[in-house]
């Protein structure tokens, strides 16, 4: 019974219908999950679609969708896909096997005992010697498209054994590739990071304003840290103009520079797990304020992006909370810089004449000032104290990856595709041919397997060789 149940559960698993059911399946939910924001309910974009789609958000709550690619449905779906490509990869690996040392024997085998049981007997001229049967063998067959090799008392044509590993080599790749996917996306951290120049942030939740973590990933073993060293509008090299450039420094726990290098498109930073690109940038202010005594109690750097469809060019990323001591803010502050250019066409840098408008808002939205502040100015705020400003610059939003298993991806991707191509390319086939002298007259005995990529088939063998 259990050897039955084994039996059956090995056909299920082979199964082609359940294959395309699951490929189906994972399919779907990839695309569902680049329609679903991804992330904790606590993430502004998540917890919006949760509030606009009430009715589906119950049911996308269950299924696990906003963490598509670590949910327990679409793992057990990867994990079963991944056992159904095993079982066809043993199955392949033992064909394998068996063909690798069927094509080794016939390489090292002689005369009558490298055929075997043949697969044809030609009836031969009784007047033709071996040499001339076996040379008009040779040329018929090379007619085919099969190029023979001669010796003494036969002729072979056996493909070299690596030609039978292709298949298996790339189905354990697919196994591995599943695997290294899912245990990656258990252990990976991947988020997006606003800097200015010369500004350090620790590698930590708290620095990121977007992130998406696995939840096997541990931040008790990550210490290190990140630095914008520098931000060039235009960086031109070889000829080339690269964009927006800024220049990026990995600390280690200790402060010590790990890797300093400018980042720009196809020119990530690479420091071990880490992966580091500059997708976006913008302008950023740095502000002073000073409490009613006309003490500074510190200072902030806000980031502000560029919005062709905003009043002004630049929209703040969040706001400035400004409180009296302990406890909520008393005030919240927006800073944009006005760009010079005209609505809809505003030049996306500094502008010539640099300032900040500074909205203040009550804690309930009500706008309670609006001024315009250049370097070295500065405003009363409501309720007692000033802003000023101290410095207009640029900052750079880094897109962080740490995962130690993207390299072991593209290893796998590239033994596929080697077992691919040896699939694909080379030939597998067997074809040994003798003379036999026998009492009912002088035979041609061939023995051959025409497995894959061979020119020609049995019938068009045994007809030219007939």
């Not at 679903?36 to 679609?49: E, F, L, R, S």
């Not at 996306?185 to 939740?205: F, H, I, Q, S």
């Not at 010539?352 to 609006?370: I, K, N, T």
Request: aromatic letters at 6%; a neutral charge; proline letters at 6%.
């Amino acid at each position: 019974m259990i050897r039955d149940l084994y039996r059956a559960t090995v056909r299920l698993l082979r199964s082609a219908g359940l294959v395309s059911g699951l490929l189906a399946v994972v399919s779907v939910w990839s695309v569902l999950a680049t329609a679903i924001p991804q992330g904790g309910p606590t993430k502004p974009d998540v917890a919006a679609w949760a509030a606009s789609h009430p009715a589906l958000e119950r049911a996308i709550a269950v299924l696990g969708l906003h963490n598509a690619f670590t949910a327990l449905a679409f793992l057990v779906c990867i994990g079963v896909l991944g056992l159904s490509t095993a079982v066809c990869s043993w199955q392949r690996t033992k064909v394998a096997l068996a063909r690798a040392r069927t094509l080794s024997e016939a390489r090292t085998g002689e005369g009558a005992q490298a055929t075997g049981r043949p697969t044809l007997e030609i009836a031969c001229d009784p007047a033709l010697e071996e040499s001339e049967i076996l040379g008009r063998a040779a040329d018929a067959l090379a007619g085919l498209g099969i190029r023979t090799r001669r010796d003494e008392h036969r002729l072979s044509s056996v493909s070299a054994s690596l030609g039978a590993w292709g298949s298996p080599l790339f189905h354990w790749s697919l196994v591995a590739l599943m695997a290294v996917i899912v245990v990656g996306n258990m252990l990976r951290a991947d988020g997006m990071m606003a800097l200015t120049v010369g500004e350090t942030k620790a590698d930590a939740p708290a620095s990121y304003g977007v992130l998406t973590v696995g939840p096997w990933h541990d931040w008790a073993n990550v210490h290190r840290s990140f630095r914008l060293d520098a931000f060039e509008p235009d960086y031109v090299v070889g000829g080339l103009d690269r964009g927006p450039t800024p220049t990026v420094t990995v600390l280690d726990a200790s402060g010590v520079a790990v890797k300093t290098q400018r980042v720009y498109p196809n020119m990530m930073l690479h420091v071990g797990s880490l992966s580091i690109s500059a997708p976006a940038y913008g302008l950023s202010a740095t502000l002073s304020l000073v409490d009613t005594r006309g003490v500074e109690i510190g200072h902030s750097v806000r980031a502000i992006d560029f919005d062709q469809t905003a009043d002004g060019g630049t929209v703040p990323v969040d706001t400035l909370g400004v409180s009296g001591g302990a406890g909520p803010p008393r005030l919240l502050v927006s800073v944009t810089v006005p760009l010079d250019g005209t609505p809809g066409n505003y030049n996306e840098t500094i502008p010539a004449d640099p300032r900040v408008r500074l909205r203040v808002l009550s804690p309930e939205g009500a706008q309670l000032l609006d001024a315009t502040v250049r370097p070295g100015g500065d405003v009363a705020l409501p309720g007692g104290g000033r802003l000023g400003l101290v410095d207009i610059g640029w900052y750079s939003r880094l897109s962080i990856v740490d995962d130690w298993t993207t390299p072991l991806l593209y290893l796998v991707m590239s033994v596929g595709l080697a077992g691919l191509s040896v699939t694909l390319f080379f030939r597998q086939q067997l074809l040994v041919a003798t003379a036999d002298e026998g009492p009912d007259g002088t035979k041609l005995l061939v023995k051959m397997r025409l497995w894959r990529n061979v020119p020609t088939n049995r019938a068009e063998i045994e007809t030219e060789l007939v």
